[in-house]
């Protein structure tokens, strides 16, 4: 009886020490890293790094093998290739890295931090939102095709400045006279920062996402890619079918009328005027497109 009290004192202590040993500060050094590592494999999953890191992690296995063998040379060469592997992964994940950093800088915590909302006045915003309509549906009518850009949080001044700079309030009649064709500002996308049209002819960086529909052209590509890479939300008109579509987060939603416009549009430039039921609404519509 006594040694089994002595294994239940051993067993005991043993818990103990492993529950008091470690401070708070060690827990929360775990906890930090089990989510950058979890964050980190989430965000390759979902790109092209995903095979990339498949080979780095066969590279780190043949090292380890290769030191067990005493393999010295192999061993010596995958070593070298190790030692220099950070500034190896920073150029090769440098688009992975840099969307990782704009979704933290786009976070909630981080807007009430640095930045404020703007406020729009709402009968200003209805108008705004109109002629953006008007302007859309005029071109899907007659087959031009068009992208506009409207800025969030994230600034596109870098994107803008790859265009002509035009800073002009928005109206119907400017935003298709720039799209129509052979006209100097019709080829590239139009910037939209606030209620104003801030430039034209900007050059967009095509998505890398291969499961991208072969049938969507470059314009529509163009407009994904900027929402992968910004909180920027895009409007297309195609130029082949007349389908007004839009990118959000990555996401393409096709076949919008002017109904959906407006709301989608309202949410935007003047989300305090929108019920929870229009919300819902415009949520059904994007994942019923997706599908």
Known sequence: MA?????????????????????WRDWLDIALMAILIYQGLKLLMRTRANSVFKGIAIVLVLAWISDQLQLHSISWLLQLVINTGILVLVILFQPELRRMLDQIGRSKITKQVFTSQRKHRAEHSEQVVSEIVKALTNMARKRIGALIVIERQTALSDIAESGTHIDAEISDPL??????????????????RGERILAA??????????????????????AIGMTEATDAVTLIVSE????????????????????SLTILLSELFAPDSLTPTWLSMIRRKEEHHEG
């Open 201 to 222: 002819a900007c050059i967009l960086q095509l998505s890398e996402d291969y499961s991208i529909s072969r049938e969507l052209g470059t314009r529509h590509r163009a």
């Open 175 to 192: 935003i298709e006279n720039i799209f129509e064709p052979n006209t100097p500002l019709h080829d590239g996308a139009v910037i939209i």
């Open 3 to 23: 040694k089994l009290w002595e294994y239940f004192a051993q067993v005991t202590s043993l818990f103990a020490s492993l529950f008091t040993q470690p401070d």
């Open 240 to 259: 082949e079918t007349g389908i007004i579509s839009m990118a959000r987060e990555g996401r393409l939603t096709r076949y919008l009328d002017a109904k």
